[in-house]
């Protein structure tokens, strides 16, 4: 029938678009970079800046696509990134509290908020 689901996308996502975040496997393990997209259902993210490769392209019918060799970022796996938090300046676990009017918030483990998700991209 369909592909499985992934396991992180029934959840609330704990990494958003715009969060500061770091590699923790892989070549270029260590790096820091914002998130520009996130794909809750595939379980991966795109980052500034890391994990960037060069794609060979010809060029489009209508000369609207230039060609040659381009640089971009591929996603990268949820699991592979951590939130750093804006008060410590490391790497931190995110979790949600829910607050008295009855919405939850994204706070890294030193208390501090993190930034909140904008709906209807």
Do not use: F, Y
Not at 52 to 81: F, Y
């Amino acid at each position: 029938m369909g592909s499985p689901v992934n396991r992180q996308s029934l959840s609330k996502q704990k990494i958003v678009k715009g969060d500061t975040v770091v590699l923790r496997r892989g070549k270029e393990k260590g790096k820091r970079g914002i998130v520009k997209h996130v794909w809750p259902k595939d379980g991966c993210a795109t980052v500034e800046g890391l994990n960037v490769v060069k794609r060979h392209t010809k060029p489009g019918a209508t000369g609207v696509q230039a060609g040659g060799i381009l640089e971009k970022e591929m996603p990268i796996p949820l699991s592979a990134l951590m939130v750093i938090d804006p008060k410590t300046d490391r790497p931190t676990r995110v979790r949600r509290i829910r607050q008295s009017d009855g919405t939850s918030v994204r706070v890294a483990k030193s208390g501090e908020q993190l930034l909140v998700p904008v709906k209807g991209r």
